[in-house]
């Protein structure tokens, strides 16, 4: 299966090259279109639980001004090419050191060449590793009542993978996780935003009080986390609670692109979103309920709370949030996870978990 | 402003006071009365002994000599009567200036050195100018000692002849400029004359002059001035031999210092090169080689017309003045062949609104009656004065010369219509210079000041024509200017000013005055030449826009081919065609 899927991607990458070459030599500018790739063009399927793209386009015309990133769009898709053919993989790191060896077309940072990336995973509306590109950080940390099934890649057994046996580790989320196979009686997954929180409760076994499995996403989740999670609440068919900071950061940079997706990569949200998540917290109510130590909200917090009230369609969507950002907007305070520590290091584990999985139901969508 | 008035008004404004002083006789004290009479007297005087129609003492000149007599006395007044005055005698003009050389451009060596050259040259070309001969002048300045030199100056002009030789260079406010209005560089009959006093004063040599008119024989004077009676001494009056046709020599010792640079005697010459692009000039510096400017055209300027003043342009005084001297027998008449645009009708109307009598005798109209007619001129409408008195340089003969100077890349020239201020008509030129390596980029813009055509070169910030291109907005025209500056760019601006009478600052014509009317024309046309600059400005910016897009194009064309050639594993035939078709799209596109 996988390698009819290479082969067809091949094609059509050969396809797009083709019909840029047939319209330069009948004289015609070439075109490629791509999906926009901004909230702008998503909207919010709440039936479906994520961020679908819309069909806006931008029509890339082989004009003076776009032909430098004609010519680089072109040569990433080669190296692409290249990559699924020789069954090769490059880091984004490693596939901005390859431009490097393209003269004048290079690169001079990653971030260029990582969009030009993503505008080819969109034009062919598939996921970068399809196309031979790796992420380069890792997908984050599982610890708890989990057995994730891998194959050994040297020998191609399978590989049964006790995530209560990492003591005071964890289990890496690898980059890719459509082999994985999940065994687990755990009653809610809980995902986490911070490794210091992580921390604390791997190492006072939270999971087994609880009877859960935590995953640490360490800032924005990866691709892979989020596939992870989703893939494991899917087959599993067990709730995830989302426990992040208490800022317009953690809400919707986190949370939001957790369960729904991102605007960014809109074409893979369908793949990439865990519509099942439920905010745990911590809430605005959470700062005034349990007198959290905070931090007034800086400026980018604000506009990013502002801009999500009129632009997210997700925040559109859910009324409470409207509120709840609303909340946060009027109290000019933030609150962070380890504030819990007001109350004494461990106030975490023994109160504020335990209070707050009792009323799952007054969870933030 | 005041100043500028001062001088414009001339022998009005001095005329003005005089009669203030006689007049208040009857009202003033008993010293008072003496001092006046005998400030009156020394104009008279002055005034008897010039012949013809010169005048007593120059404006400032002359109030200022009657100032001074009475600080004088200021002691004697206090005591009146009690003690005798102190000694009380006349002040010649001549000795006036002589303690205030500065009002006439004497303030230092370095600066006496230019003004000698600049006033010398200035005579030579309204000579042969009106003459009607093509000028060519020489310039040489001759280093004797340490701070003594020797400027000599020939032209081609028509010559001097022996009658009036003296009275030229000897004799201070003798001339034929002042008291007409026509366009001529200079302006007061004080230049030539007061350098040879300046000379005389500092080396006590006498001025040498060597004159030829056409198929006589040439002369030679020494002329030395005195300073009591303002009357010239001649002490060598002889025929010579002299080779050339006609024209006239002048040769004077002065103290001075030698700078050369922009601001000396030679970036004086290469503006006059400049602003007169019929004149040949040979300069023959203290230090250094010769240096010649040719004329980059043979077109003898038209001749200024002489007109008569303008009666909006007339002040009480003056006007008193010339109800004396007419020679009309009554207001009608004295009103409309005295002034230019003074019709029958126009004099009615004046005359109506002064409510005085057509028949009335000019000479019986004493000082009320003259200041009723004084402001019923203000009130009425009189038509701007004839504007054929004005001789502009010309946009062509602008360009050609700025392009045979500076060889810019873009010149562009305008001049206005003719325009009026205070009743003067006035003409405004203004010449842009732009790029071509001769300036440098991140300097201020050069700026050439004229005035009839002579160069103006100090007081700079001070002149009407420096704030006029200061407060234009160069930004408009792609010029980089800060706030109150002038714009930063490689790029010369002259402007000139052609009138029968230019308001300087001061009698050393360093500086024009700032009159609204003539800072607008200015302005209009620097902004005319600056929306031309600009136009060539955003055109350079287009091409080389242009140029950077098809080496853009170039530089990536070649990676889609590359790419191209990866993926659809083309030939390196085809992977060339289609670059080149490429090529081709793309240029196509860069001309839409």
């Excluded at chain 2, 600056?530 to 080389?544: P, S």
Aim: aromatic share 8%; charged share 25%.
């Amino acid at each position: 299966m996988a390698s009819k899927k290479k082969i067809n991607i091949v094609e059509r990458i050969r396809r797009e090259a083709g019909s840029v070459e047939t319209r330069v030599n009948r004289g015609r500018k070439p075109t490629m279109k791509f999906p926009v790739r901004s909230l702008q063009n998503v909207s919010y399927q709440a039936r479906k639980g994520y961020f679908e793209i819309m069909g806006r386009t931008k029509e890339r015309t082989l004009t003076v001004n776009t032909v430098k990133t004609f010519a680089q769009t072109l040569r990433m898709m080669a190296l692409s090419k290249e990559l699924i053919e020789t069954d090769d993989i490059a880091t984004k790191r490693e596939a901005y050191y390859v431009s490097k060896n393209w003269g004048e077309a290079r690169f001079k940072e990653q971030p260029e060449s990582d969009t030009v990336m993503e505008d080819v995973e969109a034009l062919f509306r598939v996921n970068r590793e399809q196309l031979g590109f790796i992420p380069e950080e890792k997908g984050g940390d599982v610890a708890g009542q989990l057995v994730v099934i891998d194959i050994d890649p040297s020998t191609g057994k399978k590989l049964r993978i006790d995530c209560t046996k990492f003591g005071s580790g964890a289990y890496s989320i690898p980059i890719s996780v459509e082999q994985l196979e999940f065994e687990t009686k755990a009653k809610f997954i809980l995902v986490i935003e911070t490794a210091g929180m992580f921390q604390r409760l791997v190492k006072h076994s939270y999971w087994k009080t609880a009877n859960c499995v935590l995953v640490s996403m360490g800032g924005v989740p990866t691709r892979a986390c989020r596939r992870f999670i989703r893939r494991l609440a899917d087959i599993k068919k067990i709730p995830v609670y989302v426990f992040v900071d208490g800022d317009p950061y953690g809400f919707m940079n986190i949370y939001r692109t957790l369960k729904v997706g991102s605007g960014n990569a809109a074409h893979l949200n369908e793949f990439f979103c865990v519509p099942q998540a439920r905010f745990l917290g911590i809430t605005p109510k959470d700062i005034d309920d349990y007198e959290l130590p905070t931090h007034p909200l800086k400026d980018v917090d604000i506009k990013r709370a502002k801009d999500a009230l009129k632009n997210d369609p997700f925040v559109l969507h859910h009324k409470p949030w409207q509120q709840a950002l609303k909340q946060m907007i009027k109290m000019g305070v933030r609150a962070e996870q380890q504030a819990l520590a007001k109350h004494g290091l461990n106030y975490v584990i023994d109160e504020y978990l335990p209070q707050k999985i009792k009323k799952t139901s007054q969870f933030l969508p | 402003m005041t100043k500028a008035r001062g001088s414009r008004t001339g022998s009005g404004a001095a005329q003005t006071g005089l009669f203030d002083d006689v007049s208040s006789t009857k009202t003033s004290r008993k010293t008072g009365k003496t001092i006046s009479r005998k400030t009156a007297n020394t104009a008279r005087k002055a005034s008897d002994k010039a012949p013809g129609p010169v005048a007593g003492p120059k404006p400032s000149g002359g109030k200022t000599a009657g100032l001074q007599v009475k600080k004088k006395n200021r002691p004697a007044r206090f005591t009146a009567g009690k003690r005798k005055p102190a000694k009380q005698r006349e002040i010649s003009v001549s000795e006036f200036f002589a303690k205030n050389r500065h009002l006439l451009g004497f303030d230092n060596p370095s600066k006496a050195l230019l003004t000698t050259v600049k006033e010398a040259v200035d005579n030579s070309l309204d000579a042969c100018e009106e003459g009607g001969i093509l000028p060519e002048i020489h310039v040489h300045i001759e280093s004797l000692k340490e701070d003594r030199y020797r400027v000599t100056v020939q032209d081609n002009g028509p010559g001097i002849s022996r009658k009036e030789m003296p009275r030229v260079f000897g004799s201070l406010l003798y001339g034929s400029k002042f008291h007409r209005l026509c366009q001529s560089r200079g302006q007061q009959g004080i230049g030539i004359s007061a350098a040879g006093m300046y000379g005389q004063i500092t080396t006590g040599k006498p001025v040498h002059v060597v004159s030829k008119e056409k198929r006589k024989p040439a002369h030679r004077f020494a002329i030395l001035l005195d300073t009591n009676t303002n009357l010239p001494l001649i002490t060598k009056d002889e025929e010579v031999e002299w080779d050339i046709s006609h024209g006239t020599m002048v040769e004077i010792e002065l103290e001075a210092s030698y700078k050369g640079g922009r601001h000396s005697v030679d970036g004086y010459l290469w503006q006059v090169a400049l602003a007169n692009p019929h004149v040949t000039l040979h300069y023959a510096p203290p230090k250094g080689g010769p240096v010649n400017y040719d004329r980059a055209s043979r077109k003898l300027p038209a001749e200024a017309k002489e007109i008569k003043p303008h009666p909006k342009g007339v002040e009480l005084g003056q006007l008193m003045k010339m109800l004396k001297e007419t020679k009309y027998r009554n207001l009608h008449g004295f009103l409309t062949h005295e002034f230019s645009r003074v019709s029958n009708k126009v004099a009615d109307e004046v005359l109506d609104g002064a409510g005085l009598k057509a028949q009335m005798s000019p000479g019986r109209a004493h000082r009320d009656a003259a200041e009723v007619l004084y402001r019923s001129i203000q009130q009425a409408k009189i038509m701007n004065p004839p504007t054929n008195c004005l001789s502009p340089i010309g946009e062509d003969q602008l360009l050609k010369s700025l392009k045979s100077r500076h060889e810019p890349e873009f010149a562009i020239a305008v001049t206005r219509p003719p325009s009026v201020y205070r009743g003067n008509p006035f003409l405004i030129e203004a010449a842009l210079a732009y790029g071509g390596g001769a300036f440098s980029s991140d300097e201020p813009v050069k700026l050439y000041r004229l005035a009839n055509r002579v160069p103006l070169m100090y007081q700079k910030s001070a002149c009407c024509v420096t704030k006029s291109v200061i407060e234009t907005a160069w930004k408009n025209y792609h010029v980089p200017q800060s706030r109150g500056a002038l714009p930063v760019a490689p790029m010369a601006i002259l402007v000139h000013i052609a009138s029968v009478w230019v308001p300087f600052t001061s009698e050393s014509k360093e500086a024009l005055a700032s009159y609204p009317e003539i800072q607008k024309e200015i302005k209009l046309a620097l902004q005319e030449c600056g929306r031309k600059l600009g136009t060539y400005i955003r055109r350079g910016r287009r091409l080389a826009d242009a140029q950077k897009k098809k080496d853009y194009i170039e530089k990536y064309i070649p990676h889609i081919g590359i790419a191209l050639q990866e993926i659809l594993g083309l030939t390196d035939k085809k992977r060339a065609t289609t670059e080149s078709k490429l090529r081709d799209i793309l240029e196509r596109s860069r001309k839409m």
